[in-house]
């Protein structure tokens, strides 16, 4: 499917626990899976999403009001920049933590380092 492809709907689909989803998009009977992820960053973005989701249903289901003109911007592409709009702070959370978990690595290593400089420095004294 185009980005420039106009869409029919979009669903969420809702993992058991309501923490994670599949956004899927759909056009003229074809189903794409566009994006998996947290539900948290598009729920704070979309208010109906977030009363759905505090529902406990299981998919939420986008669909634009064709009265609205809104096929005229109701695309793939529209999603896609949405998904990385939001997503944004998700991907920047992770890079934190990587980084992080670098630094511990590291500190690990040289503390091995150290441990095993010791080790053998003090085999050469006997």
């Known amino acids: 499917m185009k980005s420039n492809t106009l869409l029919d709907y979009a ?3 809702l993992s058991p626990n309501l923490k994670r989803c599949d956004l899927f998009v759909s056009s003229n009977g074809n189903t794409e899976k566009l994006v998996s992820g947290s539900v ?3 729920i704070s973005h979309l208010k109906f999403a977030e ?3 505090s529902q406990a249903v299981q998919s939420i289901k986008l669909e634009f009001d064709r009265h609205r003109n809104a096929e005229t911007w109701f695309t793939k592409g529209t999603l896609e920049r949405f998904v990385r709009f939001v997503r944004t702070p998700e991907v920047l959370e992770m890079v934190n933590t990587f980084d992080a978990e670098m630094s511990q690595l590291e500190a690990a290593q040289n503390i091995y380092s150290q441990v095993m400089t010791a080790i053998l420095s003090s085999r050469e004294h006997l």
Do not use: S
Request: no cysteine.
């Open 40 to 42: 948290k960053p598009f």
């Open 51 to 53: 009363e759905q989701a």
């Open 11 to 13: 669903v969420f689909e």
